[in-house]
Nanobody
Framework: QVQLVESGGGLVQAGGSLRLSCAHS????????ISWFRQAPGKEREFVAG????????YYADSVKGRFTISRDYTKNTMFLQMNNLKPEDTAVYYC???????????????????WGQGTQVTVSS
């Protein structure tokens, strides 16, 4: 079993920064893809960024490219999302998700993920 716990959300003014963390425990993540999704009120959950635990390459939604950076710390079993130049439209609950069956082609599909965290709220004021 895999457990994911997000932290780091909060309230920030437009143009500010936040760093989200996703700590995982349970199975080893050597073949896993771990991603961030977000869901704003009244909207569908959408892909934000993804990374494959033991492979190079990071992947982003167009709306966050150049502002957000996904990374991982092997020693801490933790994934991060550095969010800079935040905009009010970034306001959402942010979730991390993981699974071992996912490649680049399907990384953006939330239905591919079996494991989800509880979410952390990010609010950006104008």
């Amino acid at each position: 079993q895999v457990q994911l716990v997000e932290s780091g959300g909060g309230l920030v003014q437009a143009g500010g920064s936040l760093r989200l963390s996703c700590a995982h425990s349970g199975r080893t993540f050597s073949s896993y893809t771990i991603s961030w999704f977000r869901q704003a009120p009244g909207k569908e959950r959408e892909f934000v960024a993804g990374i494959r635990w033991n492979l190079a390459g990071t992947y982003y939604a167009d709306s966050v490219k150049g502002r957000f950076t996904i990374s991982r710390d092997y020693t801490k079993n933790t994934m991060f999302l550095q969010m800079n130049n935040l905009k009010p439209e970034d306001t959402a609950v942010y979730y991390c998700a993981a699974d071992s069956r996912i490649g680049i082609a399907t990384m953006r599909n939330l239905g591919e993920y079996s494991y989800w965290g509880q979410g952390t709220q990010v609010t950006v004021s104008s």
